[in-house]
């Protein structure tokens, strides 16, 4: 990596929106006047994005008596009680930026651990916060972090932050965390008013209101309320970060975050918005909302293309239908392109000489998701079925290039059949070109021992097989289901079958070893291979290992199936009953194992005769699936191994009254050796404490 000199870092902070803090050559103690007065910066301070010698900083500094800018002095030292003050620079923060404050520190020494704060023209300062600086790339030591995701405040507590800060306050120096990895829904802008909540619940979640909405809109026949202007998802930032133990994740570890959907609209893609019972509607001014609060709130490096930023210089855009699209499904209204490039978050980070982090945006480029089409109507009307056929899956992803390019004319379910209409469709993209050509560049040029792709959407095909339900067992009056395997979800790139089998071709062609993927948005865990088919389609050839972490607080598949219809003919495939009142998950042996599996613990309670009718076809990707689990993930790499920890605790319903965040369930690992080109990653299982029985 070529370091830069201080011009040059001045430029690439200008180009972050940042101000410079260069590193000075004397240690000095502090000179600042520094009194707590952490009222004064309700949001805390935080850093991201750490390279081998700088980190952004960020805190919040609101005034309200009425001037429209301030200057802050920031403060970055070798110890926490800033004797050895390394850094200072002074900062403005702007009423324009909602009071937000962006600092690039550079020139720091590699590896390093430091301590900043903030302080105003009056003495007024931040809480203290700490982070750390990169190994350089060849750094040869080991290295570990953390990947969290999905964190909905106002239906659980952060307890997995709290546990995660007791956990590295007590490890050796060498064992801790250097960063935290967030794979999106740091925030859910979909939120309830208190006249929206049943009951003040969800499921067993009392509801909380940590955010309101001055110009909210309700939507989906009044069930919730999203934002609808930059004020609101501003607020929303607020509501969050207030949450003690948030607040002090970031003040203790350096954070490195790619969004999911959430951080703008539910169920949008590009800019389009679109919500239950209502159709799509343009909301390019939405976007850029989303954007510039994305922005303001977390310090990223990142930009808008071609243009340097002092502040976010959001695009003025118009809302406007879109309706032409290009072949991989970018939509070409100009508004669209302006409002989704506003600001770019798909970028690579590296760490030390065993990690490239390549982190990928699904939402912002994504093209259209053909299996939601209205046409498929006709095929599933009176099938009760909870699923979708896997080739028809594949068939309406891959369009024009299934089955080697020549799709069939028709889409067949049983005894129905409609035409094709994905027939001449180019393959569902969830990156867009450009997006695409980036990543896989980044892919055959990584040098790390271990390239690790974060990505928001899970790689797993989410498979069940109805086809072996017994004789019997469904209503007389349903269809047998006779179209082979089916998948319970195809939304994330489980389902983007044409797209992922690139990427990983990819990865096979070029003999890219150490290949791992991260996700979330499936508020569960899950680890396995990298595969681009499964038989009998095609034959099982793992490229990579991929894993998906709990949600920090949001609701899990688990969770809804255990509240869900109790009398439905299927739910012993999901949760099994007990005559004590209590639920089992079945739905774990489901995907691992199949329906044989799923019902025969259902009936008997006996894992081993429910693993003895597992049906080994159906997901020899898949080591571990726990659909109820909350908490994080804990990555560790050597130059021969990656092992990933999962950290699982109950269900955050409260917030833990204990320093430690509260008990776990279990903590289990899966570690891999590092393989050669051409040959199988293998993953072993250890469970280190507690109980995951159900889930392997
Ligand atoms: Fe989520």
Known sequence: MPTLDRRQFLKLAAAMGATLAWSCSTLRPSASGWRERRELYPHGVASGDPDANSVLLWTRRPYDDGREKATLLVEVAEDPGFMRVIATTAAPVLAASDWTCRVLVADLPAAGEFWYRFVDEAGNGSRIGRTLTA?????????????????????????????????????APDERLGFVLHL?????????????????????RKITFPVSYKHGRKVANDRFTVPGSLDDYRALYKGYLVDPDLQDARARWPFVCIWDNHEFSWLAWQSIMSFPGEGEMPGQKLKVAANQAWFEYQPMRVTAPGKPLDRFDAPVVADVAVTEFDDAGLGLEPNNLAAIESLIVY???????????????????????????????????????????????????SGREYAGGHPPAEIVFGAKSIPNYRIDGPPQSMLGAKQKAWFLERLRNATATWKIWGTSLGTHDQRVDPQNLPEGFVPKDWPKWTDGYAVQSNGDWGGCYHERGEIFDTVRDHGITGFAILAGDLHSFWAGYAAKSLPPHGKFEPVGVSFVGGSITSPGGQEAQEHGNKKNPLRKLFIADREDGSMEPTMNLLLNHGVRSALEYAESGDLTAAHAVSNPELAPHLDFVDLGGHGYGVVSVDANRMVTDFVCIPRPIERAATPD????????????????????????????????????
């Open 135 to 171: 190994p350089a790339p060849d750094d040869p030591r080991p290295a570990k972090f953390a990947f969290v995701s999905c964190q909905s405040a106002p239906e659980g507590a952060m307890n997995a932050y709290r546990r995660m800060i007791w956990e590295d306050e007590r490890a």
């Open 184 to 204: 999106g829904d740091f925030v859910y802008e979909v939120i309830q008013t208190p006249d929206q909540v049943k009951d003040g619940h969800r499921y067993d």
């Open 347 to 397: 970028r690579a980070l590296r760490w030390g000489r065993h990690i490239d982090l390549i982190l990928t945006d699904q939402r912002a480029f994504r093209g259209k998701d053909y299996s939601n089409d209205e046409k498929l109507g006709a095929l599933f009307e009176g099938v009760p079925y909870p699923f979708f056929p896997e080739a028809l899956s594949m068939q309406v992803d």
């Open 661 to 696: 965040g509260g008990p776990l369930r279990y903590r289990v690992r899966h570690d891999v050796s590092l393989w050669s080109a051409g040959e199988r990653p293998q993953m072993r299982q250890l469970l280190l404490e507690g109980d995951a029985s159900l889930s392997t």
